[in-house]
């Protein structure tokens, strides 16, 4: 792992990369594409982050990576997580114009028990203090774990402003009675033992997180609503397959 402030060979990080990729290390060259479309889904791209950081590489922006040859210009080396401020609403930051409705379904084993889920890599990259702190106290934490992360892909999914920022920043937290909140946007997040699926609709009215033209006019209001119900039944029309599928 770490030797003072030492990483790991170029060859242990092959490796690593490797098995996300499915890929023989010695293969791995600095024009190896390593992005999502590398991988077999968005999970196990932040597991093979997770996995670098435990080995001392910390990619900053991985959004900007592409290739191997990229993670040189994209990474620092240090020995603990600085505290990180998190976004509870848009960022002010621009971005091009993209769909109000994201949506996104994950399953609940890709969100391993652990030991200590405030000190494993994978969560803390991924999820804020406080998230943890909300989902280990739930009957089902991976369950709970799996809903927010899906969370935060349907908000990427529903403004590209989010797809720059780490996980562990977009902070989805929850009201007194348990509904999931972000400034700017509704949530909503519903799952099973087995499968995770939240929707993330851009909320009407608002101050600086109002609605763009694209979402405000009311025909293309109620067309937002219908895509956001048609959404749901494609879910769950999903979720369904995966259990004849499994049965």
């Keep these: 792992m770490l030797n003072g402030t030492v990483m790991e060979s170029h060859d242990r990080i092959r490796e690593i990369i490797g098995t996300f990729i499915q890929m023989e290390a010695a293969d791995i060259s600095d024009f190896t594409v390593i992005d999502k479309s590398a991988v077999r889904s968005s999970i196990h791209l932040h597991r093979m982050y997770a996995a ?32 990180a401020a998190v976004a509870q609403s848009t960022p002010d930051i ?22 200590d889920y405030r000190e ?16 280990i106290i739930q009957a089902h934490p991976q369950a709970s774990f799996a809903g927010k992360f899906a969370a935060k ?36 997040i519903s799952h099973t033992p087995t499968t995770a699926i939240a929707v993330a609709v851009r909320a009407l009215g608002g101050t ?8 405000t006019d009311p ?13 749901f039944i494609l879910a769950l029309a999903a979720l369904l397959a995966r259990f004849v599928v499994r049965s």
């Design 153 to 188: 892909e349907a908000l990427v999914k529903a403004d590209n402003r989010f797809s720059t920022m780490p996980f562990n920043r977009i902070e989805i937290l929850n009201t007194p009675s348990g509904k999931p909140q972000f400034n700017g946007f509704e949530i909503s």
């Design 94 to 115: 621009p971005g091009t114009e993209t769909p109000c409705v994201g949506i996104d379904i994950e399953d609940v084993s890709s969100f391993a028990a652990v030991a």
């Design 219 to 231: 025909g293309r209001s109620t067309l937002l609503w219908v895509f956001t119900i048609l959404s």
């Design 120 to 135: 494993d890599e994978f969560y803390k990259q991924n999820f804020s203090a406080s998230e943890v702190a909300w989902c």
């Design 52 to 83: 670098l950081a435990d080995a001392g590489l910390f990619v900053s922006n991985p959004s900007a990576v592409k290739t191997f040859g990229d993670l040189r210009p994209a990474t620092e080396i240090k020995l603990s997580h600085a505290p």
């Design 208 to 215: 600086s997180n109002s609605m763009p033209a694209s979402c």
